[in-house]
């Protein structure tokens, strides 16, 4: 499970931010599930993280930068030789953050309950430095660190690390130790490799939904999996009672959902008169099974973008459920929509500590903070606060301004014509 993520110099996050799963001390949570670690310790770990700002306050950058590093670490070996420097996306508005390092690092525990973290830290030309913190009985072991500045870039202490003197050899300025030791089969890093492979999935509801309609379709064709598409179907009330799957030779198979029932003989219906609503979340349906049925991280940019509000709710209540999510999987998604704060029936569907808001300060440099931070009453309202203004990362917009500015603008282009 993720425990937490930290990046600077990436886009708007030009100083360092932090996201955390961790249940925050002192907070009590219904959700959180309780993960113990190797020492014998707990840690309650949330399932979700929704990130809720303004527009263009960064939200989408922190689903970037996660992003970004897996990218990295699956890339860096292969990808990076044909780039004339390291590829990054440093914060744009300081001329000085180009002269700077992107800074990554994300903390993380497997099955057998031993944490890690893994970091690096990359400038224009080469990695500046990583690292690999292990943590079997609570105490941090460091397996390998490296720093390009050092007359020894690689040091290893302790001797834990496997061909330690070929893979100082062997791994170029530009890539990542990992992805070199991970391209060689290694069999203590590529572990730690197979984690990022595994994990940080990355998805937009508006984009690529042809390749993700025809992976809810192929899995349609497995009998349990098709069970569990058709009942996520039927609870988003769209009026769909089941589905008809057509497997083509060579082709991805042809789909048609069946509207209607009870009394009456279900129609099925050609696929281009779905409503794109109905299709975006078919389309998301596939890899939200997938992401559950592996334990995987998934991240999901601007859920609510092409979601109706339900269809959003029920990707958050699936998540939450620990009939629902059996495996640990974790979602991070972003949001314009302040009614995920609130269930339907009053209370509240995510927790303070689950709830991360964005905004940008005077020189457009993302920060990000949870609102357990803010200490919001017991009994207060979360939508009626957030929308009002109370916790921020919303715009600062009186009702009316943006229509008094234009007229504004229109009186003075009357006066100057």
Same mark, same amino acid.
């Given at each position: ?12 996050l030009r100083d360092e931010q932090e996201l955390s799963f961790v249940v925050p ?17 707990? +840690? ?187 009942? +996520? ?185």
């Open positions: 499970m993720l425990l937490g993520f930290r990046t600077a110099n990436v886009r708007s001390a002192g907070e009590e949570s219904d959700v959180a599930r309780t993960v113990e670690l190797s020492d014998g310790k707990h +840690l309650q770990v949330y399932p979700l993280l929704g990130i809720f700002g303004a527009n263009a306050s960064g939200k989408s950058n922190v689903i970037f930068a996660l992003k970004k590093m897996r990218e990295a670490v699956l890339s860096s070996y292969g990808e990076w030789t044909s780039y004339q420097g390291i590829p990054r996306d440093v914060f744009a508005l300081d001329p000085k953050a180009g002269d700077e390092s992107s800074f990554y690092e994300a903390d993380f525990v497997f099955d057998d309950g031993v944490r890690w973290t893994y970091g690096f830290e990359l400038g224009a030309q080469r990695v500046e430095s990583e690292w690999l913190h292990a943590y079997p009985k609570g105490r941090r072991q460091v397996w390998f660190d490296r720093d390009a500045g050092r007359e020894k870039v690689f040091d290893f202490p302790g001797d834990r690390v496997q061909d330690r003197a070929l893979l100082a050899r062997m791994t170029r300025p530009d890539a990542l130790l990992l992805s070199r030791a991970a391209n060689d089969n290694h069999q203590q890093l590529t572990r730690i490799f197979n984690w990022f492979k595994r994990n940080l999935w990355d998805i937009t509801p508006e984009t690529e939904i042809a390749q993700r309609e025809a992976f809810t379709a192929r899995r349609l064709l497995d009998e349990r999996s098709r069970e569990r598409i058709e009942e +996520l179907l039927r609870v988003a009330d769209l009026g769909i009672s089941g589905a008809e799957v057509e497997q083509r030779p060579g082709q991805s198979p042809v789909v048609r959902l069946l509207h209607g029932g009870g009394s009456e003989t279900p129609v099925p219906f050609d696929w281009k008169r779905e409503s794109f609503g109905t299709r975006s979340w078919f389309a998301l349906i596939g890899p939200l099974l997938l992401a559950l049925d592996e334990g995987a991280v998934l991240l999901i940019d601007e859920l609510d973008a092409s979601l109706h509000p339900r269809f959003a709710a029920e990707v958050v209540r699936l998540f939450q459920a620990p009939w629902a999510n059996t495996k640990g999987a974790q979602l991070v998604f972003t949001s314009h929509d302040p009614s995920l704060l609130s269930a339907p029936r009053g209370g509240r569907q995510l927790e303070p500590g689950q709830i991360w808001l964005t905004q940008k300060d005077r020189d457009g440099a993302t920060e990000i903070y949870p609102l357990s931070d803010v200490e919001p009453g017991e009994d207060e309202d979360l939508t009626d606060s957030y929308l009002a203004g109370a916790f921020g990362g919303v715009p600062k917009l009186s009702a009316g301004q943006i229509g008094r500015k234009l007229l504004a603008v229109r009186a003075g282009e009357a006066e100057g014509s």
